[in-house]
T-cell receptor, first 115, second 112 residues
Framework: GAGVSQSPRYKVAKRGQDVALRCDPI?????LFWYQQALGQGPEFLTYFQNEAQLDKSGLPSDRFFAERPEGSVSTLKIQRTQQEDSAVYLCASSLVGTGQETQYFGPGTRLLVL | QKEVEQNSGPLSVPEGAIASLNCTYSDRGSQSFFWYRQYSGKSPELIMS????GDKEDGRFTAQLNKASQYVSLLIRDSQPSDSATYLCAVRSSGSARQLTFGSGTQLTVLP
């Protein structure tokens, strides 16, 4: 596709519910990132994949957060037993693997509201 | 201390003026620096990237990097109301980490 796509665009969950957020990166992009953006803040790193390998998950805030990219393309971020503090915009970004100067292209985000 | 610091603003400039946005970072070994623009309710969009000391110009935008001072800035010339957005400074740190560390953003309003 032309850009990074994410679904759903909006999700309302009751506290304690599990949610799954999907990211389709730009075709051919090997690197995939998940970020969490709270209102009025910059995005904060959650986790990074190179192909299907999760190389860095140091930003995941708790063991309730889990991400996978089993075939090296689409990725899913799963949040178990959602809490109100999980309310945020979840952004996915993809990039070519290169020199580290590669540009990260962001998807439109999933806005999660936990009631 | 946050790793990437920006003045949160809001910053208001009149149409046609120069808007100056500033950013400092703490990791002296950082190599890659990016400015993203984010309209309200939208995702970040890359405006400029800069990797070496000095100035880099692209149309109305100029990024400036001073690694010795750990400082990066974005100048927007001939500001337009459509430039009104939040500008995010992002830094890719040294080492093997590939993720970006973002500042909190500076909200810019260009007044007609």
């Amino acid at each position: 596709g032309a850009g990074v796509s994410q679904s759903p665009r909006y999700k309302v969950a009751k506290r304690g519910q599990d949610v799954a957020l999907r990211c389709d990166p730009i075709s051919g992009h090997v690197s995939l990132f998940w970020y969490q953006q709270a209102l009025g803040q910059g995005p904060e790193f959650l986790t990074y994949f190179q192909n299907e390998a999760q190389l860095d998950k140091s930003g995941l805030p708790s063991d309730r957060f889990f991400a996978e990219r089993p075939e090296g393309s689409v990725s899913t971020l799963k949040i178990q037993r959602t809490q109100q503090e999980d309310s945020a915009v979840y952004l996915c970004a993809s990039s070519l693997v290169g020199t580290g100067q590669e540009t990260q292209y962001f998807g439109p985000g999933t806005r999660l509201l936990v009631l | 201390q946050k790793e990437v610091e920006q003045n949160s603003g809001p910053l208001s400039v009149p149409e046609g003026a120069i808007a100056s946005l500033n950013c400092t970072y703490s990791d002296r070994g950082s190599q890659s620096f990016f400015w993203y623009r984010q309209y309200s309710g939208k995702s970040p969009e890359l405006i400029m990237s800069i990797y070496s000391n000095g100035d880099k110009e692209d149309g109305r935008f100029t990024a400036q990097l001073n690694k010795a001072s750990q400082y990066v800035s974005l100048l927007i010339r001939d500001s337009q109301p459509s430039d009104s957005a939040t500008y995010l400074c992002a830094v890719r740190s040294s080492g093997s980490a590939r993720q970006l560390t973002f500042g909190s953003g500076t909200q810019l309003t260009v007044l007609p």
